[in-house]
């Protein structure tokens, strides 16, 4: 089990997220923040700090939002398990679901 960022992070990514998680499980790609399925210890620091409430537990993700279940999981087929976000620094992708979304509204 883990916690999803979805649609409302898209093009935002405010990053207080990032400051809360305990383990570095939340990774930084082009137009959104991912959270590592596997490094994730489902601890919930995350979800009450974003502003913008796009983190939600994988049972509780809206259905409009489903897709992102995927979309955070499958952005790390490729990276694997780096163990920490801090090293990995902004990485210039995305998962293809989220990098052929429209620019989102950033007035939030």
């Not at 089990?1 to 930084?28: F, G, H, N, R, S």
């Not at 210039?92 to 939030?108: F, G, K």
Request: hydrophobic share 30%; with cysteine; aromatic share 10%.
């Amino acid at each position: 089990m883990t916690y999803i960022i979805a649609q409302p992070c898209v093009d935002l990514k405010d990053k207080a997220c990032i400051d809360e998680c305990p383990v570095d499980c939340i990774y930084e790609g082009e137009r959104s923040l991912y959270i590592h399925p596997d490094e994730c210890v489902d601890c919930g620091a995350c979800e009450p700090v974003c502003p913008v409430e796009a983190i939600y537990y994988e049972d509780d993700v809206p259905e409009e939002w489903a897709d992102y279940y995927k979309a955070n999981v499958e952005f790390f087929d490729t990276i694997g398990s780096p163990g920490g976000a801090a090293k990995m620094g902004k990485l210039d992708t995305d998962h293809p679901y989220i990098a052929a979304l429209p620019p989102q509204n950033q007035d939030h």
